[in-house]
C-alpha cells in the first residue's frame, strides 16, 4: 500500500549521506574474508584506538547499566584544562556531527541561508536542508575555499557560514590571513563555523581560541572531533568551542544523554596519550608524503593535502574505486560531490599505503 503519510517536504528531495563502505560490507560483497581487507574510507586513525582510552573503556563497562553523565563533568573539566578555556564555552557532541545539527538548531527556519563551498562536507547541505535552510554554494577556488567569495555570497537571510579547514574532501587550507580577515568581516547576526576536525594533524595551526575566549567574536563557534587523530570514530565524541551565551542556547537543543558513558570515559583518557597522538601525526606525516609521490610518480594529479588523507585524480573513479575493493583496498569514490574522476585516499600504515598504492596500480593497469 502506498504510504500516504505527510512527510517534511525537506526530506523528499534529501539523499541518504553514503557513508565509506564497512568492511564486513565488501567482505560479503566480494567473499573475501575480513581481516583481508583494509578500509582507506573514512580518515579514521590507522593506528588503532590510544591503549589509554582503551583500558578506560574496559573499566567503564561495569557502569553501563547507569545513565551516563549528562553534563559529561569530567570530560568537560578535563578538556578545559587540555585546552586552557572555561567549562561554559565547550558544548559535547555525538561526534561534532551533532554539533552541526545544533547549531542548526538554534539558527535555521525555512528559507534562510547557509554559505558554503564546493566541495564542502557532505554534512552542511544534508543539514540544512533537513531545516528548510537554502544552501548558497560558492565555487571553490583551486579546490579549496574562496573566504572573498563567501563573505560576498552573504546576505540578509544568511544565518550561518561553514568553513571545514584543512577541508574534507579536498585537504586545503586557506591561509591564516584569510581567515582572520573573514571572521572581522562576517556580521555580526551571521554564525561562521570553524570545523577543525583535522587541525591535530597540522604542523603550525591557527589558533583561533584566543578570538574565542577574548569574547569579541560572539558569532565564531570552532568545531573538533575525537574522530580522527584521537582515534575513537566508533565512539561519536565531538565538541563545539564557542561564546558561553551561545553555547547555553544550543545546550537547550541537546539530548540529555548524547554522550555515552564508555566514550566519556575514552575521551577522557585519550586526552592524556600524548604518545598516541604523536605517533599517529607521524605515521600521518610519513604516509601522506609517500602517497603523493607515489602518485607523481603515476603521473596521477593530486590535491596536496594537509590532513589525513589525500584526493588523486584517477580518470573513472567508481571503476577503480571497485577494482581496488576487488582487491580489498576500500577507498571512496568522489562522485556525491561532482568529482567523478577522483578518489580520496586516507593515510594508513605503512604496509597500508604500500598494498594501496600496489592495488592502484593494479586497478590502472600501470
Ligand atoms: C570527520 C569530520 C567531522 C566529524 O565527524 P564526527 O565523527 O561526527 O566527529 C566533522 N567535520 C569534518 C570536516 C570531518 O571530516
Known sequence: MAMELPINPALAQLPVYQPGRPLEDVAREFGLPVESLIKLASNENPLGPSPMAMDAMRAAIA?????????????????????????????????????????????????????????CFAVYPIVTHLFGGSLVTVPARKFGHDPDAMLKAITAKTKIVFIANPNNPTGTLVAASEILRLIEHVPRNVLLVM????????????????????GSHP??????????????????????????????????ARQPFNLNSIAQAAATAALDDVP?????????????????????SLQLEYIPSYANFVMVKIGDGVRVFQEMQRRGVITRPMTAYHLPQWLRITVGTAAENNRCIAALRSALGK
Do not use: W
Open 63 to 119: 557502569k553501563s547499566h547507569l545513565y551516563p553523565d549528562g553534563n559529561a563533568f569530567l570530560l568537560k573539566h578535563k578538556l578545559s584544562t587540555h585546552l586552557d578555556c572555561p567549562p561554559e564555552c565547550l558544548i559535547f557532541g555525538n561526534g561534532s556531527n551533532e554539533i552541526i545539527e545544533l547549531v542548526a538548531h538554534a539558527l535555521i527556519q525555512p528559507t534562510d541561508e547557509v554559505v558554503v563551498s564546493e566541495q
Open 195 to 214: 570545523d577543525e576536525a583535522y587541525i591535530e594533524f597540522l604542523d603550525d595551526p591557527l589558533d583561533l581560541l584566543p578570538i574565542v575566549l577574548s
Open 219 to 252: 558569532n565564531l563557534i570552532l568545531m573538533r572531533t575525537f574522530s580522527k587523530i584521537y582515534g575513537l570514530a566508533g565512539l561519536r565524541v565531538g565538541y563545539g568551542i564557542g561564546h558561553p551565551d551561545f553555547i547555553a542556547m544550543l545546550e537547550k
Open 276 to 296: 598516541h597522538l604523536e605517533c599517529t601525526r607521524e605515521n600521518n606525516r610519513i604516509g601522506l608524503a609517500f602517497l603523493q609521490s607515489e602518485f607523481a
